[in-house]
C-alpha cells in the first residue's frame, strides 16, 4: 500500500513563497520518480514538476525558475519550494509517483494565492 502525505499549504498573497512536503517511504522516493500535480479549481490535475532517482528535476513550462524540487531520501519527504506565487497557482498539489498510480493520491494540500 503506497501512502503519501502532502503538507505545508496555506494562503499567500501573489508574489510571496511556500514549502509543501511530501512525507513517503524511504524506499519509494530511492526507487522511483516521483512527481507534484496541481489541480485547479474546476481544472483536470495537472504535472508541474518531477524529480528522477538521480535527482534531476522537470518543471512544466509555467511554474519553471518560479518552483523547485527536491528529495530528501534519508528523511523520506519530498519538497516543492514555491516562488514568486501566482493567483493562477492557487488549487491543491499532490504527491505521487511519476507517471502516477490511481492509489497514490492522497488529501493534498490546500495553496491559495490571492491579496
Known amino acids: 500500500q503506497v501512502h503519501f502525505e502532502e503538507s505545508g499549504g496555506g494562503l499567500v498573497q501573489p508574489g510571496g513563497s511556500l514549502r509543501l512536503s511530501c512525507a513517503a517511504s524511504?524506499?519509494?522516493?530511492?526507487?522511483?520518480?516521483m512527481g507534484w500535480y496541481h489541480q485547479a479549481p474546476g481544472k483536470q490535475r495537472e504535472l508541474v514538476a518531477s524529480?528522477?532517482?538521480?535527482?534531476?528535476?522537470n518543471y512544466e513550462a509555467s511554474v519553471k525558475g518560479r518552483f523547485i524540487i527536491s528529495r530528501d531520501d534519508a528523511g523520506s519527504t519530498m519538497y516543492l519550494q514555491m516562488n514568486s506565487l501566482k493567483p493562477e497557482d492557487t488549487g491543491v498539489f499532490y504527491c505521487?509517483?511519476?507517471?502516477?498510480?490511481?492509489?497514490?493520491w492522497g488529501q493534498g494540500t490546500q495553496v491559495t494565492v490571492s491579496s
Open positions: 505521487n509517483r511519476f507517471p502516477p498510480i490511481n492509489y497514490g
Open positions: 524511504a524506499v519509494i522516493l530511492r526507487i522511483y520518480e
Open positions: 524529480i528522477t532517482t538521480h535527482g534531476n528535476a
